[in-house]
Nanobody
Framework: QVQLVESGGGLVQAGGSLRLSCVASGSIFSINAMGWYRQAPGKQRELVARIMSGGSTNYADSVKGRFTISRDNAKNTVTLQLNALQPEDTGVYYC?????????????????WGQGTQVTVSS
């Protein structure tokens, strides 16, 4: 089995910063894309940022220039630095990873999600 565990998040005033971290653990062979999604109350979950194993990234237009995603392949971690936070950034942030896990007969691909961490930005 594999799992993602997130840390960070919390309550911050507008203009402030937060740092979210996520670590993957378990029988991992490799990890392709890692990313962060968020879900605001009453809205669908949306992609915030994603990073491939080679380091290429893509961001939602609403966070470009404010958020930075990075990863440490050796430690199976992905981090999201959130700067210049705005009230509309409020929501539950979920870590996601496309993991190739080791099975008894080889490998299998699994789309793995963390439990979510709350980010609240007050105005």
């Amino acid at each position: 089995q594999v799992q993602l565990v997130e840390s960070g998040g919390g309550l911050v005033q507008a203009g402030g910063s937060l740092r979210l971290s996520c670590v993957a653990s378990g029988s991992i062979f490799s990890i392709n894309a890692m990313g962060w999604y968020r879900q605001a109350p009453g809205k669908q979950r949306e992609l915030v940022a994603r990073i491939m194993s080679g380091g290429s990234t893509n961001y939602a237009d609403s966070v470009k220039g404010r958020f930075t995603i990075s990863r440490d392949n050796a430690k199976n971690t992905v981090t999201l630095q959130l700067n210049a936070l705005q009230p509309e950034d409020t929501g539950v942030y979920y870590c996601n990873a496309d993991i190739i896990r080791v099975t008894g007969w080889g490998t299998a691909e699994v789309d793995c999600w963390g439990q979510g961490t709350q980010v609240t930005v007050s105005s």
